[in-house]
């Protein structure tokens, strides 16, 4: 059963620095390039796994094509954890494109749970929004498993 956050009133912001890759999705904000060292640093502490491209979300946002042509389809896509069970890719969009494009069917992706990618937020308030969010997750699935299994006796 996927548990619900409690706040760390500890919890420090991943820092960014000049240059630093981020992912931004609404509050959310993630530092892939922390991230990324985390992973380099710590290669079995995150799962690679292989993925089916035609399993991934198609990029919305147009793509300059010569990065895509140029996108090293080799190295790992990175996928976050961002409602329970529920995988999204936070880096590789230029990969995935320009995998569709040649016709490659699997990728390797880094995939991060819910609590390995939270380190990577990079404010107090993306955090405290995720814990948030995370858990009206939860607490809707638990519902929705208790609706599913009927009145108990």
Not at 118 to 137: C, D, H, I, M
Request: net charge negative.
């Amino acid at each position: 059963m996927t548990k619900a956050f409690r706040v760390d009133d500890g919890f420090v912001p991943c820092p960014v620095n000049a240059g630093d890759e981020l992912f931004p999705n609404g509050v959310f904000e993630f530092n892939i390039t922390k991230m990324l060292e985390h992973i380099s640093r710590n290669p079995t502490d995150v799962a690679c796994v292989e993925v089916a491209v035609d399993d991934l979300d198609e990029v919305v946002s147009p793509l300059d094509d010569l990065y895509v042509e140029s996108a090293d389809i080799s190295r790992p896509l990175v996928l976050a954890e961002i409602s329970p069970g529920r995988f999204n890719l936070i880096d590789g969009h230029h990969r995935l494109v320009k995998a569709r494009r040649s016709g490659v069917s699997t990728l390797h992706a880094h995939k991060l749970t819910a609590a390995q990618h939270l380190p990577f937020l990079t404010s107090k308030k993306a955090y405290l929004a995720y814990v948030e969010y995370w858990n009206g997750k939860v607490k809707g699935s638990r519902q929705q498993c208790r609706a599913e299994s009927g009145p108990r006796d």
